[in-house]
Nanobody, 115 residues
């Protein structure tokens, strides 16, 4: 069982930055994939970014070049560096960990970008 606790959301002006983090209760080193989704009001859950176990990354087109996903295996923590934020990035951001047998989700952290 893995529990995920997120923090680091907040309110920021457009073109600003936020860095949500996601701390896992267990090791994330051997997870198949870890990453982030987001959900804006009235919209479906949307993929944002992921890191695969071997280290390669994927990003949604909407965030490429602005967001960077990273991990600290020693701290069992993942991060999402969000730069050049836009009002349309306003959403609840959820981290996840996918193992061979289960999928775990964080509780979500709100990021609000004002224009």
């Amino acid at each position: 069982q893995v529990q995920l606790v997120e923090s680091g959301g907040g309110l920021v002006q457009a073109r600003g930055s936020l860095r949500p983090s996601c701390a896992a209760s267990g090791s994330i080193f051997s997870a198949d994939a870890i990453g982030w989704y987001r959900q804006s009001p009235g919209k479906q859950l949307e993929f944002v970014a992921r890191i695969w176990r071997v280290g390669n990354t994927n990003y949604a087109d909407a965030v490429k070049g602005r967001f960077t996903i990273s991990r600290d295996n020693a701290k069992n923590t993942m991060y999402l560096q969000m730069n050049s934020l836009k009002p349309e990035d306003t959403a609840v951001y959820y981290c996840y960990v996918r193992t061979e047998t289960a999928l775990y989700w964080g509780q979500g952290t709100q990021a609000t970008v004002s224009s």
